[in-house]
């Protein structure tokens, strides 16, 4: 929990992840469209010849959906055989690291949110990716039943 983070500066949000789940970050011109796209899965790039699977981490805390032109970096976050690419538009990453970390008060969150730490720069949630991806999971199953 106290490792280091990679973080997303998401509207006002301060969104981490554990480096130690990045495989890596690509920057993709614009979003391929979907037809019928539900949800917050917003499309699919490639990393290193894998297929990952992108959602949109705007819409995922309910706000408007990023863009579909212009520069998106994704985040794509490994488990095993877990991909997952977190598409942050063109929000600033940053790092914060284990050792500012340690002094800082947690508490635990709920839903796409592990926690949350409480940092001289204001709080910084720790992202539940485990949980968008059970989930982008059961929306991908859904749409694959309909016809």
Same mark, same amino acid.
């Given at each position: 929990?106290?490792?280091?983070?990679?973080?997303?500066?998401?509207?006002?949000?301060?969104?981490?992840?554990?480096?130690?789940?990045?495989?890596?970050?690509?920057?993709?011109?614009?979003?391929?469209?979907?037809?019928?796209?539900? @949800?917050?899965?917003? !499309?699919?790039?490639?990393?290193?010849?894998? +297929?990952?699977?992108?959602? =949109?981490? %705007?819409?995922? &805390?309910?706000?408007?959906?990023?863009?579909?032109?212009?520069?998106?970096?994704?985040?794509?976050?490994?488990?095993?055989?877990?991909?997952?690419?977190?598409?942050?538009?063109?929000?600033?990453?940053?790092?914060?690291?284990?050792?500012?970390?340690?002094?800082?008060?947690?508490?635990?969150?709920? @839903?796409?949110?592990? !926690?949350?730490?409480?940092?001289?720069?204001? +709080?910084?949630?720790?992202? =539940?990716? %485990?949980?968008? &991806?059970?989930?982008?999971?059961?929306?991908?199953?859904?749409?694959?039943?309909?016809?």
């Amino acid at each position: 929990m106290f490792g280091d983070k990679l973080v997303i500066q998401l509207e006002g949000a301060r969104l981490a992840v554990d480096t130690s789940a990045v495989a890596g970050i690509v920057e993709v011109d614009g979003m391929p469209f979907l037809p019928g796209r539900t @949800g917050f899965v917003s !499309g699919v790039i490639s990393l290193r010849n894998e +297929p990952v699977t992108v959602i =949109d981490l %705007k819409m995922a &805390f309910g706000a408007w959906p990023s863009p579909t032109k212009g520069t998106h970096r994704v985040i794509v976050v490994r488990d095993k055989a877990v991909l997952l690419g977190l598409d942050a538009g063109e929000a600033p990453i940053s790092f914060y690291w284990a050792e500012e970390l340690k002094t800082c008060p947690f508490r635990k969150g709920s @839903g796409y949110i592990r !926690g949350e730490f409480d940092t001289d720069d204001g +709080p910084l949630s720790l992202l =539940d990716w %485990k949980t968008l &991806f059970e989930e982008t999971t059961r929306i991908l199953h859904l749409e694959g039943g309909r016809g």
